[in-house]
């Protein structure tokens, strides 16, 4: 199995920038798909990203795509989400989670703890 860390979270204004990372320990990082996940205060978990075991296929949801970067290094155990141009709508708690797959609509076996991301208006 793998553990996940996130980090960079935090406070941001509206318009600005936050690169959150996700650490992974255990098994070989380089056999799982990842994704990123969000949940807002009061709404469900929803899909961010996802990025395939090579990193060649990368899946965003529309909500994010053109703002947000996702991206992995297998040499350092760790995926990146590159968050651009945020919007007070992007405040949430962001999971970084690990699986067999990538994709909006799989299963993913593993998951962090969670970063808070709040942008302010």
């Known amino acids: 199995q793998v553990q996940l860390v996130e980090s960079g979270g935090g406070l941001v204004q509206a318009g600005g920038s936050l690169r959150l990372s996700c650490a992974a320990s255990?098994?070989?990082?380089?056999?799982?798909?990842m994704g990123w996940f969000r949940q807002a205060p009061g709404k469900e978990r929803e899909f961010v990203a996802a990025?395939?075991?090579?990193?060649?296929?990368?899946y965003y949801a529309d909500s994010v795509k053109g703002r947000f970067t996702i991206s992995r290094d297998n040499v350092k155990n760790t995926m990146y989400l590159q968050m651009n141009s945020l919007k007070p709508e992007d405040t949430a708690v962001y999971y970084c989670?690990?699986?067999?797959?990538?994709?909006?609509?799989?299963?993913?076996?593993?998951w962090g703890q969670g970063t808070q991301v709040t942008v302010s208006s």
């Open positions: 989670a690990a699986g067999d797959v990538a994709g909006p609509k799989v299963d993913y076996d593993y």
């Open positions: 255990g098994r070989t990082f380089s056999t799982y798909a």
């Open positions: 990025i395939s075991r090579g990193g060649g296929r990368t």
